[in-house]
């Protein structure tokens, strides 16, 4: 495998798109070898056929906003890969959002998705509608709007999304509630369902709980734990909230979450009331944590700035893709950080990815740390093909088992010479050799 000439192929016919060609490139970088060790790959046309989407749907979303007023935004549903099962992925509204997020995503989703050991294929979709300042039924509008724009490529076995950035339970529900009424079935193509129509157990807390069971595998390979470590966390969504709370359950204190506007560092530890006082900030819609330092005096908020500054030993980046560059990474390794485990998706810049690695400070990428999210929508639709409603003391042990699981297949494939474990590309190489075996398997399609 050339990997610059398939790269200056990719860019030449896809120019501009930064975050999946970056996304691309570390994964080529890490599998050339195993690549190049099998031949069959290199003649059916493998890594070609790997990078780009099965298929885009795009479309345009039209709604009214509560003053009456028609609004535009555009809608995307990315299906990457289905060769070892239905299209699975989130559903992302940020203002930010364009196609070339959206194919690194999905891009990433397949081989995360493949990790799980679970059989889901690899999509994401989204909109660059921003959910920031809108009313409930400005929401719903929009949920039901982009659902009539995808809703024929939607179905429990061929393409089942769920949440994101933007989109939690309430967004879920809305556009599984719109689907259901335009396909008039329940099969629960969706999943992040409310826990009354559909909805597994431990699905809101899973993208969390899992990163830190990854975490703690992590640390035992290094005869290590977290209890008493400090933790910086990034963000202050979903992950952020389920991570906050594992961390902090198993002994560890989180100093510091974040948000567009800045960063807060509670030197007490983010827990108790704190934790639920995250979901608080989230729903008020203004996307800000500023208030946090308000209602807890014993915290400082420090606007526009982000939370590597702070000296931890631990560094979890909750937020969004390349939330942490390369002098964050320095910062973070000259105050002497233990381990660094991306929960956000692709939350590292290759400088920043480099400078770990180059330390050997212990680095895990998101498509092995973040996969207990999916992994938990995966137990959903089993539930759900089954009909039945699993406990939560299940579906908790499963998701420990997958992450345990996940963690053995990095180190199996990351080892290096000298005992250290390049979890990226012990992931990538993990992930990409189930992939690759799965469309071998299919033919040339
Ligand atoms: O990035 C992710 O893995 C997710 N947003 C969750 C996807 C899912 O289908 O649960």
Redesign the pocket.
Known sequence: MDINSILNSLEAKHPGEKEYLQAVKEVLICVEDVYNSHPEFEKAKIIERMVEPDRIVTFRVTWVDDRGEVQNNIGYRVQFNNAIGPY???IRFHASVNLSILKF?GFE?TF?NALTTLPMGGAKGGSDFSPRGKSDAEIMRFCQAFILGLWKNLGPDRDVP???IGVGGREVGYMYGMYKKLVNECTGTF??KGLSFGGSLVRPEATGFGALYFVQSMLAEKNDSIEGKTVAVSGFGNVAWGATLKATQLGAKVVTISGPDGYIYDPEGVSGEKIDYLLYLRATGEDIVAPYAERFPEATFYPGRKPWEQKVDIALPCATQNELDGDDAKTLVENGVELVAEVS?MGCTPEAIDTFINSRTTYAPGKAV?AG??AT?GLEMSQNAEHLQWSAEEVDARLHEIMRNIHTQCVAHGTEPDGFINYMKGANIAGFMKVADAMMGQGII
């Open positions: 699975k992925g989130g995503l989703q995360k769920a949440g994101d999943t992040g998706n973040n999210g999916v929508s």
